[in-house]
């Protein structure tokens, strides 16, 4: 049920680093404890793929779960303990048909799964996950105290008619959960505020950190606001960045500097005329 934005909410960002020399177990209790050790927090970001570890390649198929497995299981539990929304970043997700999927999941404030949303631009470029994982083919905007949200995960970042989708089904905000490697940094800095710019929209973005194998994450996690003002931003260690959130910020600045409202569909821009113009 869509629910009207209300002023100054709380988002935490938590950068999470995971290392290859700790379990998935023990991982979910210690994010348990950073989440616990937070106060009056509105909505809480995790990264992608945090619980396994985005590069666990090897073992993607003994780590997946259920959503009613320990990463979600957590989430749900401390929610509702302390009444806060959990994006929980994304899961490696076991399909009833046994496929496996990179699954972003929001728990609501009463611990109860608000919204799933699996990866449609799984990554092939020095990566397994194209090879080990199936695409998802839905998306999805749900309705929060911070407006109207949408999910997105890493790789999705690079697909503007992605964003624009979400934009037209009245997303007011964003999350995007990432395993960004340091190596394009410039990348994620770039993408993210020009996402908020374009579609004049929240972007909350919680990338990991630290090392796995052989790879460094790249940290600088942050929220933008809808006028591509970095509100928050994170070095490149683990850290929980909290930021006041203004929901209602979206339609003030669409209505002081109307991009939305000029802008075309995609169906529109798919039927302009093809022809060079030159006889104009």
């Known amino acids: 049920m869509t629910q009207p934005p209300t002023a100054a909410r709380r988002v935490a960002l938590l950068q999470i680093a995971s290392p290859d020399s700790e379990s998935q177990a023990e991982r979910i209790d210690r994010v348990e404890d950073m989440l616990r050790q937070q106060e009056r927090i509105d909505l809480f970001v995790l990264p992608e793929l945090w619980s396994a570890g985005y590069f666990n390649f090897e073992h993607y198929a003994e780590l997946a779960e259920g959503l009613d497995g320990p990463t979600v299981s957590m989430a749900r539990r401390v929610a509702k303990d302390l009444g806060s929304a959990i994006h929980l ?8 048909d046994d496929a496996l999927h990179n699954t972003a999941v929001l728990v609501d404030a009463n611990g109860e799964v608000a919204q799933t949303y699996r990866k449609i631009h799984v990554f092939g470029y020095q990566s397994l996950e194209s090879q080990l994982l199936t695409p998802g083919d839905r998306l999805s905007v749900v309705g929060t105290p911070l407006g109207e949200l949408g999910s997105t995960t890493c790789y999705d970042l690079r697909f503007p008619g992605l964003w624009q989708e979400l934009s037209a089904r009245g997303a007011d905000a964003v999350v995007v959960p990432a ?12 993408l993210s505020q020009a996402r908020a710019v374009e579609h004049q929209i929240w972007v909350f973005a919680c ?4 090392t796995q194998g052989d790879v ?11 006028s591509g003002r970095i509100v928050g931003e994170c070095g490149d260690g683990e850290e929980v960045l909290i930021v006041e959130v203004d ?9 002081e500097f109307p991009v939305i409202a000029d802008r075309l569909s995609a169906q529109d821009y798919a039927e302009l005329s093809a022809q060079s113009g030159a006889a104009l």
């Open 89 to 96: 970043g994304s899961v490696i997700e076991r399909g009833a």
């Open 179 to 190: 395993a960004w490697p340091a190596a394009r940094r410039e990348h994620w800095t770039l």
């Open 207 to 210: 990338n990991a950190c630290g």
């Open 216 to 226: 460094q994450l790249g940290g600088f996690s942050r929220v933008i606001d809808p």
């Open 247 to 255: 929901a209602a910020q979206v339609a003030e600045v669409r209505r």
